[in-house]
Nanobody, 123 residues
Framework: QLQLVESGGGLVQPGGSLRLSCAAS????????IGWFRQAPGKERERVSC????????YYGDAVKGRFTISRDNAKNTVYLQMNSLKPEETAVYYC????????????????WGRGTQVTVSS
């Protein structure tokens, strides 16, 4: 059974950068589409990025395009989310999630989830 563990969150100043990691065990990530989601208090969980397994297509939410980059290291069975120019409103718990092959915009379509990592953007 696939298990996911996020890391790399923390406190960063506005305009700063963080790189989140999503490490997998129990299966190989190249069988799965991997999405990064975030959820702020009182808000719905939203997808910020996703990477398919079939052709390497990546997706980004409009709010993060040009600032966030998703990447895979299949040798390390890890997916990354590089986040640049962070904004205070992006403070949230960030989760990675997996589903078979293709990305979906909807959180409910992902079968496996990590426990999340807190990102706080504040001066």
């Amino acid at each position: 059974q696939l298990q996911l563990v996020e890391s790399g969150g923390g406190l960063v100043q506005p305009g700063g950068s963080l790189r989140l990691s999503c490490a997998a065990s129990g299966s190989t990530l190249d069988l799965y589409a991997i999405g990064w989601f975030r959820q702020a208090p009182g808000k719905e969980r939203e997808r910020v990025s996703c990477s398919t397994t079939s052709d390497g297509t990546t997706y980004y939410g409009d709010a993060v395009k040009g600032r966030f980059t998703i990447s895979r290291d299949n040798a390390k069975n890890t997916v990354y989310l590089q986040m640049n120019s962070l904004k205070p409103e992006e403070t949230a718990v960030y989760y990675c999630a997996a589903r078979s092959r293709y990305c979906s915009l909807l959180a409910r379509n992902y079968e496996s989830w990590g426990r999340g990592t807190q990102v706080t953007v504040s001066s």
